[in-house]
């Protein structure tokens, strides 16, 4: 089951490890990206973030989706971070549970043209084309770094 799913451009990192893991209590944290299946640092790094105690599989999109469609963690409560709005639809749209949550979390692309959402969450055209078409398909969509943050409905703010 997932708890959550998250939109961080750096993935797992020691502020999203710590601070969500201890508010949300997965069994297992899952890693769906294309890129850092090709980069061994980046890799390196993601394992060093991740809390001991707590299951975690590195994964491209589509093995990450097939993690979460596996019968073998129907019961796990599953932490599922990717990088961009782009991979969390198609995450969306290729699993067979309903996702509650997605939390729009560090997007700091501040290219000439992306939107400033909130602190450290920038997003493209494209991207809030992305997040409308999560909203139709999840129960919220809320902003925010880290969960002491002001949870904000991403809605009110696009």
Known sequence: ????????DRLLHGQVAFSWLNLLG???????????????IQKTAIKMAKPTGVKMSIRSLKGGIDLINDERVRNLKLFVVVKTTEDAL??????????SLVNIGGLSNRTKGNNKIVKG????DQDIINVKEIMKKVDKVDVRIVPTDPNKNIATLI
């Open 90 to 99: 198609a995450l969306i749209n290729s699993i067979h549970e309903h996702i």
């Open 1 to 8: 089951m997932v708890v959550i799913l998250r939109v961080d």
């Open 26 to 40: 997965p069994d297992a944290i899952v890693i769906a990206n294309d890129e850092v299946m090709t980069n061994e």
């Open 121 to 124: 969450v920038y997003l493209s």
